[in-house]
């Protein structure tokens, strides 16, 4: 099946493996408000359910961390689950499962690229597991969800993912007598829904480094990154 084949929601929960008794939860868990909006014979949307998988994915990873980091002390853990659960890692989740081809979107979103957007996978595989939980509870998300976090977790060690890379500028600018790290935004491109933001991290008024990403939010932590890098590299002392 090509990755941009559409998919009924229940041909997704079989491909995916997963034991959906309740097909109404199923598909209230794919269903946003988009579609709702186009569709009055649908019920709800997946809103509520993101809240719930929300608090049962915190749970879960916050487990699995505990017992498979046995050595690893409470601020670690915290940064390292908020790294397995923010929106760019479960939008990645989704991609794997490749949940956008089952998403029901109103056709403005779908046409906007609502089916690979990080916002809306992200919001959809937690309204997933929250779903699969009222459904089959609360083994049954284990099953699915830590064949998933292994791989991300080696990952996110290996390019250290779960530090915060403002955090880690600002004290090493500070231990070296520089004073606070500035950021400001140089360059916005794209349409709305698709924007791309640049940032630059300025030390002493000197820029330091650059990041690109889709929100400024991210593009200053790239920015802040690759300032960090380029310390490393010895560029600036």
Same mark, same amino acid.
Request: aromatic share 8%; glycine share 8%; charged share 25%.
């Given at each position: 099946?090509?990755?941009?084949?559409?998919?009924?929601?229940?041909?997704?929960?079989?491909?995916?493996?997963?034991?959906?008794?309740?097909?109404?939860?199923?598909?209230?868990?794919?269903?946003?408000?988009?579609?709702?909006?186009?569709?009055?014979?649908?019920?709800?949307?997946?809103?509520?359910?993101?809240?719930?998988?929300?608090?049962?994915?915190?749970?879960?990873?916050?487990?699995?961390?505990?017992?498979?980091?046995?050595?690893?002390?409470?601020?670690?853990?915290?940064?390292? #689950?908020?790294?397995?659960?923010?929106?760019?890692?479960?939008?990645?989740?989704?991609?794997? %499962?490749?949940?956008g081809r089952a998403m029901l979107l109103g056709r403005g979103e779908d046409a906007h690229g609502?089916?690979t957007r990080d916002t809306l996978l992200s919001a959809t595989f937690e309204a997933l597991v929250?779903?699969?939980?009222?459904?089959?509870? %609360?083994?049954?998300?284990?099953?699915? %969800?830590? =064949?998933?976090?292994? =791989?991300?977790?080696? #990952?996110?060690?290996?390019?250290?993912?779960?530090?915060?890379?403002?955090?880690?500028?600002?004290?090493?600018?500070?231990?070296?007598?520089?004073?606070? =790290?500035?950021? #400001?935004?140089?360059?916005?491109?794209?349409?709305?829904?698709? #924007?791309?933001?640049?940032?630059?991290?300025?030390?002493?008024?000197?820029?330091?480094?650059?990041? %690109?990403? =889709?929100?400024?939010?991210?593009?200053?932590?790239?920015?802040?990154?690759?300032?960090?890098?380029?310390?490393?590299?010895?560029?600036?002392?």
């Amino acid at each position: 099946m090509e990755q941009n084949t559409l998919e009924s929601p229940q041909g997704f929960a079989e491909r995916v493996g997963l034991p959906f008794r309740d097909r109404r939860l199923l598909i209230r868990a794919l269903t946003h408000r988009s579609y709702l909006n186009e569709h009055p014979e649908a019920l709800e949307d997946n809103e509520r359910l993101e809240f719930l998988g929300d608090a049962v994915l915190d749970f879960l990873v916050g487990e699995w961390l505990y017992h498979h980091f046995p050595e690893m002390d409470e601020g670690n853990l915290t940064r390292m #689950r908020a790294a397995l659960v923010c929106r760019e890692q479960l939008a990645e989740f989704a991609r794997q %499962i490749q949940l956008g081809r089952a998403m029901l979107l109103g056709r403005g979103e779908d046409a906007h690229g609502g089916r690979t957007r990080d916002t809306l996978l992200s919001a959809t595989f937690e309204a997933l597991v929250g779903a699969l939980y009222l459904d089959s509870g %609360i083994d049954a998300v284990r099953a699915f %969800i830590i =064949p998933l976090l292994e =791989p991300a977790v080696n #990952r996110i060690l290996e390019e250290h993912l779960d530090e915060d890379p403002k955090s880690t500028l600002q004290e090493w600018v500070q231990a070296h007598g520089h004073p606070s =790290p500035t950021y #400001r935004t140089v360059n916005v491109q794209g349409p709305d829904h698709q #924007r791309q933001f640049e940032v630059e991290v300025l030390v002493d008024g000197v820029p330091w480094g650059r990041g %690109i990403g =889709p929100s400024k939010r991210e593009a200053t932590k790239a920015a802040a990154r690759d300032a960090l890098n380029r310390i490393e590299s010895g560029e600036f002392s």
